[in-house]
């Protein structure tokens, strides 16, 4: 029996928990499982999914704001319950067995939904975000809260109330795309500096641009290895401010690459969708964000066998192992990572090593095929209960 799972989407703009969701929804047991989406119209989500053969709902979710506006706060419960009751008649339309919310924002709708139309209902949780009172609500009402790490699963616990219904289901990336490819190395370099040289370091950064990212620690950390060395290495940041709420912070850090010692030797090249590439024209990743959930850069880089350099916090340290797949460092420590960077960059036959280690522990652990497994498993399952939450 074909069960149908209805996935909720709070936005159709590509960021880690939509790249994510295009890739293992294609690894689901269709033998099992037939999902539908929805998720906001006019979007690059959407529009994946469909060329994939998935059928997807352009449902309007509301975005929510933090505002004390009291005629805000009473359009957006307006159009939230306008749109919890349109979720449930798609559930109720669709012959929905279970609903997944796919963010934090999308189970503000899906909960509800889910408890209207009596079906059990899955919580992705991808954040460290303080909830407060709207987690634990949140938590009381999902049946499920799938956490993509063992520090947001600690993160939600937080708000537990009764049963602990937390799971750790690691995110996933499809490995064999991560694969050597010379030609296309030398290609990837070209795209970002179209002079480089062989020999340049090429010393790579990506993530969306919101401060808590770090990006401007990775540019004290490229100013001190400029300074420090002769003009060794080339520095890039791949990423860009996916839903414009940071315009100041990405202006900041363009006008800290136009001058100074980065002049020329660093780059801001904006937001690429083939990571593959990215990963291959580097030669260290570095990730200094110290409140990183997950950080699927990360297991992108090991699969593409490069060393990473990042924090001893957060997901970081569930994905790095220290001296075998890369380096962690203190939080804020400038000197730390850069020592890292510098002895990776004079020492290939190191670089090489960790690199193949990183490759190894990414195809054994980070396969989004996996994911595929474990979620079909999650959606059978509460599928087959859902008999239980129906009214």
């Not at 989406?37 to 929510?64: E, K, M, T, Y």
């Not at 139309?117 to 009402?141: E, F, K, N, S, T």
């Not at 600690?154 to 030609?183: K, L, P, S, W």
């Not at 690199?355 to 509460?382: N, S």
């Amino acid at each position: 029996m074909r069960h149908r799972v209805l996935i909720v989407n709070h936005t159709a703009v590509m960021g880690g928990a939509e790249v994510g969701l295009a890739e293992w929804i294609r690894f689901l047991d269709r033998d099992r499982i037939c999902p539908v989406v929805a998720a906001p119209a006019a979007g690059p989500l959407n529009a994946r999914l469909r060329s994939g053969g998935d059928r997807v709902f352009d449902q309007p979710l509301i975005r929510v704001q933090r505002t004390w506006n009291p005629l805000r706060l009473t359009a957006m419960g307006a159009q939230g319950l306008r749109q919890v009751a349109a979720l449930r008649r798609l559930a109720e339309q669709e012959d929905i067995r279970v609903l997944h919310a796919n963010s934090n924002k999308a189970n503000l709708i899906a909960a509800p939904a889910a408890q209207l139309a009596g079906l059990p209902c899955i919580w992705h949780v991808r954040d460290l975000v303080p909830l407060g009172r709207i987690g634990r609500w949140l938590y009381r009402r999902s049946t499920v809260i799938v956490a993509v790490s063992k520090s947001v699963a600690d993160h939600i616990q937080q708000y537990r109330n009764g049963r602990d219904r937390v799971r750790v289901i690691v995110n996933g990336i499809d490995v064999m795309r991560f694969t050597e490819n010379a030609a296309a190395r030398a290609a990837a370099r070209r795209s970002f500096f179209p002079c480089i040289e062989d020999d340049i370091m090429l010393i790579g950064m990506t993530g969306n641009l919101a401060p808590w990212k770090r990006h401007a620690l990775f540019l004290d950390i490229a100013e001190k290895l400029v300074r420090e060395k002769d003009d060794n290495f080339r520095f890039v940041i791949v990423g860009d401010d996916r839903f414009g709420d940071h315009p100041e912070y990405e202006r900041s850090l363009r006008r800290r690459i136009c001058e100074g010692p980065l002049k020329g030797r660093a780059l801001l090249a904006g937001y690429r969708e083939d990571m593959p590439d990215v990963m291959r024209a580097l030669d260290i990743l570095v990730h200094p964000a110290d409140r990183e959930p997950f950080g699927r850069v990360m297991v992108e880089a090991m699969a593409a066998a490069k060393p990473v350099v990042a924090v001893n916090a957060g997901g970081a340290r569930e994905i790095v192992v220290d001296g075998v797949t890369g380096y962690l460092t203190m939080p804020n420590d400038v000197a730390g990572m850069a020592d890292a960077v510098r002895s990776l960059a004079g020492d290939t036959a190191l670089r090489r090593q960790l690199g193949e280690a990183g490759r190894q522990r990414a195809v054994r652990d980070f396969d989004v095929r996996r994911v595929g497994v474990l979620m079909t498993d999650l959606y059978e399952e509460l599928a087959c209960e859902s008999r239980h939450y129906r009214h």
